[in-house]
């Protein structure tokens, strides 16, 4: 058993002061701080910083020099390491559009180190997000999508199948008509969230798509349509369809390059804390300080150029994804004025609630796992501990 002491502890609603939190695998009490303690208990001091859950990270290509597309063996837990040390104790493994074969690779191996459970001073691996293929062709970004492509019944009953059933989000561009009744009947029956992202979609056609299950926007102003002319017919775009309808829940690349101040303030000013999660979208130059990299698997992957502390493609045309960690996202948030609690909140509970594992993750609460951050007055990263072991 553990108690941290002399800290604030950092909830969805409040900061709680005068507390200790007891911890062993998982959180056990939170006492009074006057109160003795337990016989035998670890004591670690927070020096009058911040306590707040483990990040969640609903968003993450890779880091460390590694893509989760990668065949090297110790590429998928290298990722894991890399953004445990940055506060991210539980994090979804994003894929992106490539050739069949490395999809098909890649989410076996994702499965195989899903099943072997944490790797020593790792993130858990909850589970495996695709980003694509089947986005639209007019609205990519960085993504190397070379024409219109559709869900096919074969496809998704190969990809879940060699996942082993741990395929837990699927982005895709809805108005890609045919086979999107497919993919939204095939998620519905395995609880898979379906999320639109690279779509060219008008309101409309956006939530037409949220009564078909698509709950989610993938990075919210970042390959999403606003306000716009079709012919001679001003339609509004997806993200005017996110804030008009509440049960669409969003999240927003935190790394203070993709999303301005005022867009971030907008949003939660809009949505709340409880439907905003901030993710890194961070690619393998993450926690590195390369100058060029590869968005995706390294051989097929498409070069990039690394500046101004974000990804880009060399002709600077297109973000190609983040270079931050989660403890960047949270202090963007903060710089921008976000509020404390609900900067914590859109790092933790909220991206463990669209995931649906809030039930483990994601609070300071009895009986949830005991991921928990420690920083400093400046909100520097202090402390890191992933089911009650301390990793940094």
């Given at each position: 058993?553990k108690?941290?002491?002399n800290?604030?502890l950092?909830?969805?609603d ?49 880091g ?17 390491r ?14 992106l ?20 459970g944490?790797?020593e ?20 970004g ?7 492509r ?134 393998r ?14 051989k ?7 500046e ?11 973000f ?22 609900d ?17 483990r ?15 400093d ?16």
């Amino acid at each position: 058993m553990k108690a941290i002491v002399n800290g604030a502890l950092v909830t969805p609603d409040a900061v709680l002061f005068g507390k200790t939190l007891l911890f062993d695998e998982r959180i056990e009490a939170i006492a009074d701080a006057r109160d003795p303690l337990p016989a035998g208990v670890e004591t670690v001091d927070a020096r009058g910083g911040c306590v707040l859950p483990g990040f969640v990270d609903l968003h993450v290509h890779g880091g460390g020099g590694y893509d989760f597309l990668d065949p090297d063996p110790g590429a998928i837990d290298a990722i894991l390491r890399l953004h445990a040390a940055h506060g991210t104790t539980a994090l979804f493994a994003t894929t992106l559009t490539c050739p069949d074969e490395i999809l098909y690779d890649g989410v076996e191996r994702l499965a195989a180190a899903i099943g072997r459970g944490r790797p020593e001073n790792g993130s858990d691996l909850l589970g495996i997000h695709l980003e694509g293929p089947w986005l639209s062709p007019s609205n990519v970004g960085a993504q190397a999508v070379k024409g219109e492509r559709t869900p096919t019944k074969r496809v998704l009953d190969r990809l879940f199948a060699l996942s082993g059933g741990r395929i837990s989000r699927i982005d895709a561009a809805p108005e890609l008509s045919a086979g999107i009744d497919l993919l939204a009947a095939f998620a519905k029956e395995r609880g898979i969230l379906l999320s639109i992202a690279h779509s060219a979609a008008n309101a409309e056609t956006a939530l037409a798509a949220y009564e078909k299950g698509f709950t989610h926007i993938t990075h919210l102003y970042c390959s999403t349509t606003t306000e716009h002319k079709e012919g001679q017919t001003v339609h509004a775009g997806i993200v005017e369809a996110a804030y008009l309808e509440d049960g669409i829940t969003v999240e927003l690349i935190g790394d203070g390059k993709h999303i301005p101040r005022e867009t971030m303030l907008l949003c939660f000013k809009i949505k709340g804390a409880d439907k905003v999660a901030l993710v890194t979208d961070a690619m393998r130059a993450a926690g590195t300080d390369a100058t060029t990299s590869i968005l995706g698997e390294k051989k097929t992957g498409t070069p990039v150029v690394v500046e101004d502390g974000v990804a880009k493609l060399p002709d600077r045309s297109s973000f190609a994804g983040s270079v931050a960690t989660m403890d960047v996202c949270f202090k963007t948030a903060l710089r921008y004025g976000v509020p404390l609690c609900d900067a914590a909140r859109s790092c933790t509970l909220t991206p463990a609630r669209i995931a649906g594992v809030s039930a483990r993750k994601g609070s300071l609460e009895v009986g949830r796992d005991a991921d928990i951050l420690l920083f400093d007055g400046n909100f520097g990263l202090q402390g890191v501990f992933i089911g009650g072991d301390r990793i940094r």
